[in-house]
């Protein structure tokens, strides 16, 4: 069939012609629709391996990547448009005629192909000089609809609402919306099973077998009874309960987190990620309150306020800050120096943080170079669903500080902090530089090589270094001081004003009454006690600790200097738990503080020898 073939058919089938795109063109010519002038099939003349061949475009919409894999049909050659196909003349005709039947009742009839039910035929004006008969076209078997006596008269008429007049991008979802509000109370006993497979599936993919498979099993499912059934029929009850058909908004979420819990995490686990992303939208678009955002939202939530601690350290504690850096970097928990020191670099971490995010000083945007940044990303509500939005309006919705959803024509607009690149890379470099300059200016153990990092951030580790100093210099200046030497000078002349007022006899007993005491002393002093070693124990610890080691009195040392004895043996046995692995102290019967006998001779070994 060359091109003056195709006009002839094209008028003697549908009464149209085909025009020039341009008046006076030869080359190119259009099919217009006498619905709304809209183009449907566009002819041209090209060179094809030095031949001039007739192309034909042809408008089929959703169905055109089907047909562009059929033989003799390609990608469109004027038209570049997903919905368009293209065929070279000559090449099967008898399937090029096909489709363009098929791209004349879609233009005519607004994408509604069933000519079941409606067949077009185009009658052209009077002026028309062109004389020819009307013809029906007779219709084809295959397409006619055959009445089905079990076809329950509630599916049949739910078949009746769609509207094949929508625009594929929304008509879809309002088609299915309509369609499953229609159909919400609907319970069905069907014996048969159709199994059912489609990408974003609607009642309009199924046929009437699979319709009545799915609503059976929807049946059975509201009455508590999960059977594994096919994922697309899943699927679409997901889909009904994010539209909340025959639900309220609570208890749609409710019906989506029994589903999760009962069918997905138990036949189809493959559903989940797409499940667990829709409910964050569902609590968002339905405005449910904050408990229910805290659950959906519990992973991104626990993120962002570790990246809100990181960006505001000066609202929260210095435990919380190092353990931010604990969780999201692998140096603070594996440098023995900070373990060592843990308090101190607690302190120091969060003073050197401060200096590090104020970019103005240092001239670097830290935060959202090297640890995240602030990102806005668009995304459809309920994507990967068929959904239909019904033009509500929604406020903006905050997840936390960090993260909060704009609604906007159907879309969120998601602000949040998204992690950068190499972001535990980064941290760790610059815990290994805070950790080399801490221990040169702090004289905290012995000198790393350093690693490459800006010059900027070496800066803001000196001068944050520099404010702990001068922290510590005046928490030293705030201490309270009591000078004792007028007490001292008091109990001198009271005790010259005793001795005068004394007898003669009474300062002979007095004086043997002293020599018994040094006397005493002198039994029950002491050993001189190391303060010196590797575990970290003080002096009142190393005093306690050798006494009891040495079966030595400890009583009045610890009641001169005001301790407890529980609290002492306390931290002995926490510092010396690694070490040895158990508690080394106990207390006996009478509440008195003993070495564990199992223990005794390792400990010997370790601080009275060598």
């Not at 158990?582 to 003993?594: G, H, K, L, S, T």
């Amino acid at each position: 069939m060359d091109s003056n073939q195709l006009f002839k058919y094209v008028y003697a089938k549908y009464g149209l012609k085909f025009e020039p795109i341009i008046p006076g063109s030869a080359e190119t010519y259009v099919l217009m629709s006498p619905v709304d002038s809209g183009y449907f099939a566009m002819l041209s003349r090209i060179k094809i391996n030095g031949e001039i061949r007739a192309v034909l475009d042809l408008k089929c919409g959703d169905f055109a990547g089907t047909i562009r894999d059929l033989p003799g049909f390609t990608d469109p050659v004027r038209i570049k448009d997903a919905a368009w196909v293209g065929a070279v003349l000559g090449n099967n005709d008898s399937s090029v005629k096909k489709v363009l039947d098929y791209a004349f009742k879609l233009a005519m009839n607004g994408k509604q192909v069933n000519v079941a039910q409606d067949q077009y035929f185009y009658i052209p004006p009077d002026d028309v000089e062109e004389k020819y008969k009307a013809q029906p076209i007779k219709l084809r078997k295959n397409l006619q609809k055959q009445a089905d006596p079990d076809i329950p008269d509630k599916i049949r008429q739910m078949l009746k609402l769609y509207d094949y007049s929508l625009l594929p991008q929304k008509g879809r979802a309002k088609n299915f919306y309509v369609q499953a509000r229609f159909m919400a109370d609907y319970e069905d006993n069907y014996a048969e099973y159709f199994a059912f497979k489609r990408f974003y599936p609607t009642y309009h993919d199924m046929n009437i077998g699979q319709l009545r498979s799915y609503f059976t099993w929807r049946s059975k499912l509201r009455k508590g009874d999960y059977q594994k059934t096919s994922t697309s029929y899943a699927f679409v009850y997901l889909y009904e309960l994010l539209n909340n058909v025959g639900v309220n908004p609570q208890e749609g979420y409710d019906k989506l987190l029994d589903f999760k819990h009962n069918y997905v995490e138990k036949y189809d686990l493959a559903m989940e990620p797409y499940l667990n992303d829709w409910l964050k939208d569902y609590v968002l678009y339905y405005q449910l309150g904050q408990d229910e955002i805290d659950n959906c939202f519990a992973q991104e939530i626990k993120e962002d306020h570790d990246y809100l601690i990181l960006r505001h350290p000066e609202d929260y504690s210095t435990e919380k800050l190092a353990a931010v850096f604990a969780n999201r970097s692998s140096y603070w928990n594996t440098s023995k120096v900070i373990k060592q020191n843990q308090a101190k670099f607690t302190e120091l971490l969060k003073c050197v943080w401060q200096e590090l995010l104020d970019a103005k000083k240092f001239g670097i945007a830290y935060y959202s170079a090297f640890v995240a940044k602030p990102q806005v990303k668009q995304q459809d509500v309920f994507l990967g669903s068929v959904f239909y939005n019904r033009e509500k309006k929604i406020p903006t919705q905050m997840v936390d500080a960090a993260r909060k959803y704009v609604f906007m024509n159907g879309t969120w607009q998601i602000h949040f902090d998204e992690p950068v690149k190499r972001q535990k890379t980064n941290l760790n470099t610059f815990l290994h530089e805070l950790d080399r300059i801490a221990r040169e200016k702090l004289k905290l153990g012995r000198p790393i090589k350093p690693r490459f990092i800006d010059q900027a951030v070496l800066k803001a580790i000196d001068a944050g270094i520099a404010v702990y100093q001068e922290q510590q210099e005046k928490a030293k200046i705030d201490q309270i001081k009591i000078d004792f030497s007028d007490l001292d000078k008091i109990r001198a002349n009271a005790s010259v004003t005793r001795d005068s007022l004394l007898t003669d006899e009474e300062k002979e007993l007095e004086q043997e009454e002293q020599k018994q005491v040094e006397q005493k002393k002198e039994i029950e002093k002491p050993a001189e006690v190391k303060t010196d070693n590797e575990y970290g124990l003080d002096k009142n610890e190393m005093f306690l600790f050798i006494s009891l080691l040495k079966n030595q009195p400890w009583q009045d040392y610890v009641k001169k200097n005001h301790l407890m004895v529980s609290i002492l043996a306390d931290s002995i046995n926490e510092k010396l738990f690694d070490e040895i692995g158990d508690n080394v102290i106990e207390f006996d019967e009478d509440n008195q503080p003993q070495i564990i006998e199992d223990y005794k001779e390792d400990l010997e070994d370790m601080f009275l020898k060598g």
